[in-house]
């Protein structure tokens, strides 16, 4: 027996009961991210709330029934620029905000993935689809670029729901003299010497952002499967040209049974922007405030509703948490009314206000509040936790990491050395206590 699960589909624009094709394999994919850069809190809004959605899933339907894909886009023009721009190396670059991308995620206590599959891993299928659509019909070779054919399939415009001016002017498409419709997009490009590209029939290119989801999801989830999610930014084009190709390679077949799209996010009352001074990275908000706030923050505003990222937010859902971090006790059950709430197309301002309401009941209090990823730490460590600029600029792990490096030049008699960051701590507000266990500290 489940409960049923009501999520809201955005190719019907209704909230409807989940049904999954097989309950024994739920399959669930999310964007993920183009790795060229820190990640912006719009970019981990998507991130925590489907970590949500997958967390609900495994509870009804058991975790080793419930697939979660999050895929990372490794091969873009963005990164090519990045690159240009400082001279270091492609597969450094993506590596490298891959690995941070991660660490931040995971800081805002999003659990990895089942699969976090690399476009650059999934060419062949890329390749392999790419005439599939060819020979039905559905794409055309010209100048070296392969290109989908819109008008040769109807039902294109259908999760978006424009019509085709829309849609022309939405996608800003650029007026090719190549392409036989100006909707048509591009599945295949070609690249230039200095550009990373690939063999394929069509020449040395690279493959459009659109057609990695396909591949990626075809290689993973097979020809059909239950829900796919990301941004609202994503359903038009990245989401209509991702079913287009996937419906078309497969003869027809239905892709996916439900999309869901969460919306925008704003920081202190405007849009993000670096010249406004509110473009947050992860990176640095998790400098001055803990991971489990930002999450807190995150999921007290409906995924489907803008949500409006503000510090004074960030500091009230820190005073919150410190709240519960007080009562934090030996976890019970989950209280069902929480489930029922994020079962209702994860309610989670309703689940938020529920835990509001348990502060006489800490063993359900903490249970809850840990099945929505939170108060995940020892109250210990909580409260000893400070902004990075209120500790000469040192992270626990900095501390951690000096202390390490402190009692090695000990071990070593190297007794400058080990004065010396000792002092070097304590200028930064930091004590140190050497007893029979090691070494212990504490922020003064
Ligand atoms: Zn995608």
Known sequence: MSRPLYIYNTLSREKEEFKPIDRKNVRLYACGPTVYNYAHIGNARPAVVFDLLAKVLRYIYGRRHVTYTRNITDIDDKIIAAAKETGAEISAITEKYAKIYDEDMAALGVEKPDHQPK??????????MIKKLIDAGHAYEAEGHVLFNVPSWPDYGRLSRRNRDDMVAGARVEVAPYKKDPADFVLWKPSTGDQPGWDSPWGRGRPGWHLECSAMNESINGDHFDIHAGGEDLIFPHHENEIAQSVCAHGGEAYVNYWMHNGYLMAEGEKMSKSLGNFYTVHELLDEFPGEAI????????????????????????????????????????????????CDDLNTPGAIA???????????????????????QDPEDWFKWQPKAAAGGLTDADIDAKIEARTNARKNKDFATSDAIRDELAAAGVILEDGAGGTTWRRG
């Open 119 to 128: 476009a650059t891993d999934y060419i062949g299928p890329m390749v392999r």
């Open 295 to 342: 999450r807190l923050l995150l999921l007290k505003t409906h995924y489907r509703q803008p949500l409006d990222f503000t510090k004074e937010g960030l500091a009230e859902a820190k005073r919150e948490l410190d709240g519960w971090y007080r009562l934090k006790a030996d976890a019970g059950h989950v209280p069902p009314a929480l489930i029922e709430t994020l």
């Open 354 to 376: 529920a835990l509001h309401k348990l502060s006489g009941n800490p063993g359900a209090l903490t249970a809850g509040a840990n099945f929505i990823g939170l108060l995940q």
